[in-house]
């Protein structure tokens, strides 16, 4: 087995752009981390494009150069992103392939994201009669979780009020302004306790990573960042779960809480070795259930430790630095690999004004989507 | 003025006592709602029809406070949207399931509250046809 290290980066910012193609902005990403990584696209020997409104995201090809590599094309709910990290990383690591390349890309309508329920395995009714809507869910999973653990209303809104900040130090994000606190507070409320600017909006993007084999990767970079663990797990009878008309009494954790001691053990790292944070933030509360389902603190800790600022980008725990969801918007393809290329920046000191202090080695990123899935991966030095 | 069930097989009606449909898996027992093809834990397709509980247990709620896109087909406009309440209703120990709440009012509502189904209006088509679907509704309101 051979160990992969991404070697490039790319981003096309996140926000609206007119009559740009998803496509378009996929091969401008793809251009990006090639440039970054310091080879070409002849050099690519295969790839792994994900998108939900594309269906072939291997039209990106024809952008770049149609050289009849491999080209594989994915879609997997949110975690569409990290299916595609996985299983580039995964050709690698099999020795089928030295040099791959993931991309991400969607151009969504706005508004909340809609699909015919009978396609997540629920009843044609369940999306009549008005429940086929994922910010329910999360509004559903944060407000059980505020009753259980001692969350607050303004900890949701001290959450989505950091994702604009950092925002603001991201020249991609979708949303570069500040909204205070009384203002989140006091916009529309979407889905109680989820007000309007609690939540992530559809937009449009692309993201790309240029991994190698491990062994290679010092010809290219001076900076290699390795690929330690990436693993993606499903829910569980027990879970519960975005689009289902019913949920056990029996409960079962989440499948983050899987898919991130999986990520750990093949790491051979713990959360306390993590420097740098990316997790789902559908909405505030997402983020706020996240650090404990990803280890890093217990339940109901968060009301303290966002309070205290540990959550900022000069906290020990820093979430989000790039602004997450809540800044830079889902285009789904995309977001994954997102959060991948700030973490690279992170760890290679090149985040700028965002910057993480101390020196950060170890960056963490996690996906959570419909019909409950969730992708984790563990990257470092 | 005609009355129909948005569905024919998710709750008993009409009914002076309606009650949801579920199914019970005939191998492992597990309850899940509507009645499936086959069991969500073991995978049996042998699910047998099973009628749910009326009252239970409020587990979490929240409000829609958005018109939805289609696939819904509650009939309203932008204008004429009216926010609902969406609650997880434990029935007694058999099962969780989600459905409307007659109240939307989230300081009326409360995690743990009791609640029992009620059969409400949901839509009225152009032919006048009154479409009902299922929701709960605090127990407490009904000697308000």
């Given at each position: ?116 329920p ?21 509004a ?95 829910r ?60 890093f603190?217990?339940d109901g ?19 989000n ?61 | ?9 998710v ?17 492992c ?22 009628l ?43 099962v ?19 609640v ?29």
């Amino acid at each position: 087995m051979n160990d992969v290290a991404i070697i490039g980066v790319g981003l096309h910012p996140f926000g609206r752009f007119g009559d740009k193609s998803a496509i378009d902005m996929g091969a401008d990403a793809v251009r990006a981390a090639l440039a970054d990584a310091g080879i070409t696209w002849n050099q690519v020997q295969f790839g792994f494009g994900g998108s939900f409104e594309v269906d072939n995201p291997d039209a990106v090809t024809s952008r770049l150069g149609l050289t009849g590599i491999p080209f594989m094309d994915v879609y997997n709910g949110c975690a569409t992103a990290a299916t595609a990290l996985q299983l580039t990383a995964e050709g690698i690591r099999s020795g089928q392939y030295d040099f791959g390349v993931a991309v991400g890309m969607d151009k969504h309508g706005h508004g909340a994201f809609t699909s015919d329920p009978v396609d997540y395995a629920a009843p044609a009714w369940y999306g009549e009669i008005g429940h086929f809507l994922t910010t329910k869910f999360f509004a559903m999973k944060i407000n059980r979780y505020m009753h259980d653990h001692g969350i607050s209303h303004e900890t949701l809104a001290k959450v989505a009020a950091k994702g604009y900040r950092n925002g603001v130090l991201n020249p991609n994000a979708f949303r570069r302004k500040e909204i205070p606190e009384e203002q989140i507070l006091s916009s529309r409320m979407l889905n109680y306790p989820l007000t309007q600017y609690m939540f992530c909006s559809p937009d449009e993007g692309a993201a790309a990573v240029v991994m190698c084999r491990a062994d290679l990767a010092k010809q290219y970079t001076s900076t290699p960042i390795y690929l330690r663990a990436s693993t993606l797990r499903t829910r569980r009878y027990g879970a519960f779960e975005v689009h289902a008309s019913w949920a056990a009494v029996e409960q079962d954790d989440a499948p983050t809480v899987y898919a991130s001691k999986a990520a750990y053990e093949m790491a051979g790292i713990g959360p306390e070795d993590v420097d740098v944070i990316q997790l789902q933030d559908t909405d505030a509360g997402a983020e706020v259930i996240h650090m404990a389902e990803n280890g890093f603190c217990k339940d109901g800790e968060q009301e303290r430790l966002i309070a205290e600022g540990a959550t900022e980008i000069g906290g020990p725990l820093p979430v989000n630095t790039d602004g997450g969801l809540i800044a830079n918007g889902e285009p789904i393809g995309a977001s994954g690999l997102r959060q991948v290329h700030e973490l690279v920046l992170q760890l290679r000191g090149q985040a700028g004004d965002r910057q993480v202090p101390g020196d950060p080695r170890v960056g963490y990123a996690q996906l959570y989507g419909a019909p409950g899935t969730a992708g984790v991966s563990i990257l470092s030095r | 003025m005609a009355q129909v069930a948005f569905a024919p097989d998710v709750f008993t009606w009409p009914s002076e006592e309606p009650r949801l449909i579920g199914g019970r898996c005939t191998k492992c027992d597990s309850v899940t709602f509507p009645r499936p093809s086959s069991c969500a834990r073991c995978g049996s397709p042998e699910v047998d029809e099973h009628l749910l509980p009326r009252r239970g247990t409020l587990w979490t709620f929240t409000t829609q406070g958005f018109l939805p896109k289609e696939p819904y087909a509650g009939g309203e406009t932008q204008e004429t949207f009216r926010p609902f309440g969406v609650g997880l209703v434990q029935l007694g120990d058999e099962v969780r399931v989600e459905a409307r709440l007659t109240e939307s009012d989230p300081e009326r509502l409360a995690i743990d509250m009791e609640v029992e189904l009620v059969i409400v209006p949901f839509r009225t088509d152009e032919d006048g046809t009154e479409v009902l679907t299922f929701a709960f509704q605090p127990v407490s309101e009904r000697g308000a």
